[in-house]
């Protein structure tokens, strides 16, 4: 379980975090959603005790980060955006190198596991600089998982990927959770992506918490008017069918604007006795909306 | 953790990026070169065959060695039967030793100033600080990393000088006259006691700085005392001996563990990541 307790980080003028709390339970995805610039990757620098907080406390199965960092770091795989990776030396060369400094035995052994899983068995011997960038990411991943941590900290994973490579990186994160019960804490703003794999979610804005939750709670507080679509075959036309007004975007669509998240199976009742439906979806409650929404809320403070 | 383990891995992977660049292995294979081996021999070769009271521009050489050889500061000198055999005993045998201090001091300046702030240019070190490595070990493999490659590059310059040296000068002399214990003392304490300093140094600028070229350029001001060493020795001001050289190597050793304590306390990963930050 990962503790944040009231994190600060001021770097000489410039406050990049103010008074962070929260808790990541065992064996969750937490994705950690804000802008460039909100503090990500500073708090995942100090949730490893590479960065020191200017005050608070940060836990990892009980152990301060700050001052037993090695300990932390021995059960913690991180990936940022630099993928620290050396460029001159082969993929292969750079994965015996991190085992090394790791203290792994039997390295080969897992690192062939981690050039399959990766699918970078063509690359391996080849040098990193001519690597791609989905190349350069998928070996930085098997990089942090070389020592099998229990914990992960993968900043922007998907950037600079192809879809192929981000379905794989998801497909992963995934695997990692559900078989090897890592606990993950991700970093993105491509939210869609995010939607796929995370539990809850913090979203940080100025190096400040804005909102913190699972999905659907913080829908439920964003969206108290939530709006409608319905795909459906009104023979009587819409009007007659609902007490609800619509709005027509075509014979076979309409809006609803809805006063609050109750009125859609009262809607949809109403829709069926009078036709077939054959969708109906509320617009805006993506993640992608949310955190608009989100932003737009804290925007003056 | 096993320390040894990380150790090599560090000091393996900093040499491999020496050998793969060549903007880094030719100039310390080029100095060496022509400090310690072609300037040297075609001195001694010229010294041992010209007529030097008839060139001008030595005189004031000549003048320090009639001096020595008065004052009886190098005995050997009286003995000698010409200004040939005297000058080319003083060159080889004195006058080079510390032109041969640049060598360990040029590599590892290139090669600390490779190993860290070159890691911090390249955005690597993070990827480092992210491993449990201690920071006690990281800095054992890099400094082993730029030292046993400066002492090596020193040493074989020493040996093939002396070779060439003891070539040029045996048939003056009818004995191998090199090394001397200035020399010995030279390569096996003065050598290792300032690559280890001229480390350090750059160790702690390198932390402080953001680049490689930045550092390089900081650590090459160490040259500053050795060049007044040379010119000391030239004009027989500063002739330095057995003792002398114990006691240089005693005082860079001592500066070393000087600096040692601030590295240590200026470099915790904290530091070093938020320097790169």
């Not at chain 1, 970093?187 to 190096?207: M, P, T």
């Not at chain 2, 090599?8 to 100039?27: E, N």
């Amino acid at each position: 379980m990962i503790e944040a307790t009231n994190i600060s980080k001021q770097f000489k003028v410039h406050q990049a975090l103010q008074d962070v709390s929260f808790t990541v339970k065992q064996g969750s995805v937490t994705g950690l959603i804000g802008p460039n610039g909100s503090g990500k990757t500073t708090l995942i620098r100090i949730m490893n005790g590479v960065l020191g907080a200017s005050s608070g406390q940060v836990t990892i199965n009980g152990l301060d980060t700050a001052r037993e960092a090695e300990k932390v770091l021995a059960i913690c795989g991180t990936l940022t955006e630099q993928s620290g990776l050396y460029e001159n030396m082969s993929g292969r060369d750079n994965l015996t190198f991190f085992a090394d400094v790791f203290g792994l035995k039997h390295a080969q052994k897992r690192i062939d596991e981690l050039v399959t899983l990766f699918e970078l068995q063509d690359y391996q011997h080849r040098k990193v600089g001519t690597y791609s960038t989905g190349m350069k990411k998928r070996l930085g991943l098997a990089r942090v998982l070389l020592h099998r941590p229990s914990i992960l900290f993968l900043d922007e994973p998907t950037n600079g990927l192809d879809p192929d490579g981000i379905q794989m990186v998801l497909r992963i994160i995934r695997q990692l959770n559900q078989e090897e019960k890592m606990t993950i804490l991700v970093s993105s703003h491509v939210l869609s992506q995010l939607s796929a794999v995370c539990d809850r979610y913090i979203f940080l804005e100025k190096g400040r918490i804005v909102e913190e939750g699972t999905e659907q709670e913080i829908v439920s507080r964003y969206l108290s008017t939530p709006k409608l679509e319905v795909e459906a075959d009104m023979p009587d036309g819409w009007h007659t069918a609902t007490d609800y007004t619509p709005e027509i975007i075509s014979a076979h669509q309409a809006m609803f604007q809805l006063t609050s998240r109750e009125d859609i199976p009262l809607l949809l009742r109403q829709l069926t006795e009078h036709g077939q439906v054959y969708q109906a979806r509320i617009t805006g409650s993506d993640l992608e909306s949310i955190y608009f929404a989100i932003r737009e809320a804290h925007h003056h403070e | 953790m096993n320390n040894r383990q990380a150790i090599r891995a560090l000091v393996r992977k900093d040499i491999r990026s020496v050998t793969a660049s060549v903007q880094l292995w030719l100039p310390m294979l080029i100095v060496p070169l022509i400090i310690g081996i072609i300037m040297p021999s075609a001195l001694l070769w010229a010294a041992s065959r010209m007529e030097l009271r008839s060139l001008g521009n030595i005189s004031f050489l000549l003048e320090s060695l009639d001096a020595l050889t008065h004052s009886g500061q190098i005995p050997q000198l009286a003995s000698m039967p010409t200004d040939n055999h005297r000058i080319v005993y003083y060159l080889a045998m004195y006058m080079f030793a510390p032109l041969f201090l640049i060598i360990p001091v040029m590599a590892s300046s290139i090669l600390t100033a490779n190993s860290f702030a070159g890691e911090k240019e390249r955005k690597t070190l993070e990827g480092l600080l992210f491993t449990p490595i201690s920071m006690d070990t990281l800095f054992k493999g890099k400094v082993l990393a730029a030292l046993i490659p400066s002492l090596l590059l020193s040493w074989v310059t020493f040996l093939i000088y002396g070779i060439i040296a003891n070539i040029l000068m045996y048939p003056m002399f009818g004995t191998l006259m090199f090394p001397n214990l200035n020399w010995i003392i030279l390569v096996v304490w003065v050598v290792p006691a300032c690559s280890l300093m001229v480390i350090l140094l750059n160790v702690l600028i390198s932390a402080k700085v953001h680049g490689f070229q930045e550092a390089y350029q900081l650590g090459g001001l160490i040259v500053l005392p050795l060049i007044a060493l040379v010119a000391g020795q030239a004009s027989g001001m500063l002739l330095i001996g057995p003792w002398m050289l114990l006691m240089i190597g005693a005082l860079l050793l001592l500066i070393s563990m000087v600096l040692l304590r601030f590295v240590t306390l200026w470099n915790s990963r904290q530091q070093l990541a938020e320097s790169q930050i």
